[in-house]
């Protein structure tokens, strides 16, 4: 079945250093792919989407690109801060799916 | 408002008792989700409904069930809670082949 595989956490980065959490998948047809956030104490929020091969999605300094050929959206910027420290969870959604498939999260600290 | 709303966000109850964790959404969305989310494992999902007449089970439903009572109202019921249903529920809502959006979540311990 689908699956999707991230880098195991915790990260721990200084301010201002480059971030990249690797994920992976395994899928059948087409899927698009999704980063999710999640703050302290709230919920997961979208970060940024890609829906075909080759696409980058983009958010607050934050990038993926879809590598079909690698099957791998991994998540990078280049700058992080402290702001920035939360949990990642790297997402697919098959074509015509109903349910959207969650790797097992990151958690990304970062020092002042 | 927060577009999607859960209630209560902390709960602590006994092994055998029922509970029942309600999510309310403003956004409009027919579908409707509830995951489970433990440390490490990421989400699981529990159950999810398209809309009022459909319901479908979802990885891990045993030990649940749910109430779509409204387009904008989904509930899950633990029938008799035990320990290793100890976990962090998130609700979910999104339209067909969009990005899902959660609410705040529910912590739910069960001693």
């Known amino acids: 079945g689908d699956s999707v595989t991230q880098m195991e956490g915790p990260v721990t980065l200084s301010e201002e250093a480059f971030l990249t959490i690797n994920c992976t998948y395994t899928a059948t047809g087409y899927p698009s792919l999704f980063w999710y956030v999640q703050y302290p104490g709230e919920g997961l929020q979208l970060l940024l989407k890609?829906?075909?091969?080759?696409d980058k999605g983009s958010n607050k300094g934050f990038e993926a690109t879809y590598r079909k050929e690698t099957t791998s959206f991994h998540l990078e910027k280049g700058s992080v801060q402290v702001s920035d420290s939360a949990v990642y969870f790297c997402?697919?959604?098959?074509?015509?799916?109903?349910?959207?498939?969650f790797g097992a999260g990151t958690r990304l600290f970062v020092k002042a | 408002d927060a577009d999607v709303t859960q209630t209560p966000r902390n709960r602590i109850t006994k092994t055998g008792k029922r509970i029942m964790l309600e999510c309310s959404q403003t956004?409009?969305?027919?579908?409707m989700y509830w995951y489970r989310q433990d440390p490490g494992l990421g989400l699981q999902l529990i159950y999810y409904s398209f809309d009022v007449k459909d319901i479908n089970k979802g990885e891990i439903s045993d030990g649940y069930s749910v109430s779509r009572q409204a387009q904008a109202k989904f509930s899950l019921s633990l029938e008799s809670a035990i320990p290793n249903q100890t976990a962090l529920y998130f609700c979910a809502t999104s339209r067909q082949g969009d990005e899902q959006f959660f609410g705040p979540g529910t912590r739910l311990t069960v001693l």
């Open positions: 997402a697919l959604r098959n074509t015509g799916g109903f349910k959207t498939i």
């Open positions: 956004k409009g969305h027919d579908r």
């Open positions: 890609a829906t075909k091969a080759d």
